[in-house]
């Protein structure tokens, strides 16, 4: 019986095998739209990506022509937080350089308010953790030459139950303008149980009112698969439940963000939650696995850890511009998982195509040991006989001058190695 169920169970791990092997190729021979952010001297040279169904800056607020970048409080600090931390904070993206790697939005997440609005109706901060107000903070902030960011709730209340924004849209919008706010995540909590798709379009129109440009972070969790509707009403929409500082929440997030790679694109982008790196609950090479794979996913790059504190290896992380740059690439262009293989379909390569006629290409080892593991032209999307030379964006070196057909390396368990590929020749062939 046993055997019988192995064999079975074996039979179904080929099939999928098969079925993905199958998929990768059809995905390769079909032909898909000229992206319009290309040169029309520029040839992709890979044909694995569909942006059929994205829209360019849809909702004209000028913002998130690329993924945005700086750091937000909660996955470290939580509701304990005060103007000092966020001040001090404001400093070390300052003296550490990571502000000028791109990181430069200071978000305050939920807990910067009193329970209550003040008797003229308006949103009030909590006298005792931020007793300057939110203009001076604002002032600092950009005084730094950074950005604010702020929290609201598409809700009654927020999530750790101060005043919601539901029903003060424009009121609420017009205060954050007049402090200099240019950023605002709106959050599902005490929603009434009313759908996310009448909840987040008010606030984008208040925001669009007030007459400052602020970023509109959409947070309804994934409920409503935003993707299918939020480009129309957000630079960027959470496609997730919160994000745990642990492998198994990492993974689980980074497969779901990935089945709306389609719908992303510059102005409105999938949004997987925020970097954990740095908080302590993964190791090294899963820290780079999480930055690796929120890069090429064309992820906002949030911060989550205290940057005033943190370690040699985090800060390796967190600025290697080499994948910064794939995230902040001009096309805009989500990179997906295209093949899978190995027990459990731990061997994964993930790519996307990047401007310049290049190739992003990740290989990530989910099993529990380390392997080889191989990237053929075929699930790439490439024409079999085009020559690429391959960079390492973690070991910072060219790897090889002239792949053809395939590249493979080896991957330590949980780690995520990381290249750009770039043709050799411009004639190199270009098919269907
Ligand atoms: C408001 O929306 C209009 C139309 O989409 C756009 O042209 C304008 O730049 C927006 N203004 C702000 C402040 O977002
Ligand atoms: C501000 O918050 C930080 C982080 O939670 C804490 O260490 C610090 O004591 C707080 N400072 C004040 C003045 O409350
Ligand atoms: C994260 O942890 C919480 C409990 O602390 C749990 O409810 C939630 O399901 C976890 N999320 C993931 C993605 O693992
Ligand atoms: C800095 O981080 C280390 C862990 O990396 C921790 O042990 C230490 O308490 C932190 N220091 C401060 C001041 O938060």
Known sequence: MAKIAGNLALKCLHILVLYVYVTSVVLAARVLPVHPYLQSNEKPISNIFDTSKYGILQIKNGLADTPQMGWNSWNFFACNINETVIKETADALISTGLAKLGYIYVNIDDCWSGTKRNSKGQLVHDPKTFPSGIKALADYVHSKGLKLGIYSDAGVFTCQVRAGSLYHEYDDAALFASWGVDYLKYDNCFN???????????????????????????????????????????????????????????????????????????????????????????????????????????????????????????????????????????????????????????YQIWAGPMSGNRLTVALWNRCSKPATITAKWDALGLDSSITVSVRDLWKHKFVSANSVGSFSANVDSHSCEMYIFTPQTETASFGH
């Open 192 to 346: 009434l149980g009313i759908k996310p798709e009448k909840r987040y379009p008010p606030m984008r129109d208040a925001l669009n009112a007030s007459g400052r440009a602020i970023f509109y972070s959409i947070c309804e969790w994934g409920e409503d698969d935003p993707a299918l509707w939020a480009g129309k009403v957000g630079n960027s929409w959470r496609t997730t439940e919160d994000i745990n500082d642990t492998w198994a929440s990492m993974t689980a997030i980074a497969d779901i963000n990935d089945k709306w790679a389609p719908y992303a694109g510059p102005g409105g982008w999938n949004d997987p939650d925020m970097l954990e790196v740095g908080n302590g609950g993964m190791t090294y090479l899963e820290y780079r696995a999480h930055f690796s794979i929120w890069a090429l996913m064309k992820a906002p790059l949030l911060v989550g850890c205290d940057v005033r504190n943190m370690t040699a290896e985090t800060f390796e992380i967190l600025s290697n511009e080499e994948v910064i740059a794939v995230n902040q690439d001009r096309l805009g262009v989500q990179g997906r998982k295209v093949y899978v293989y190995g027990n459990d379909n731990c």
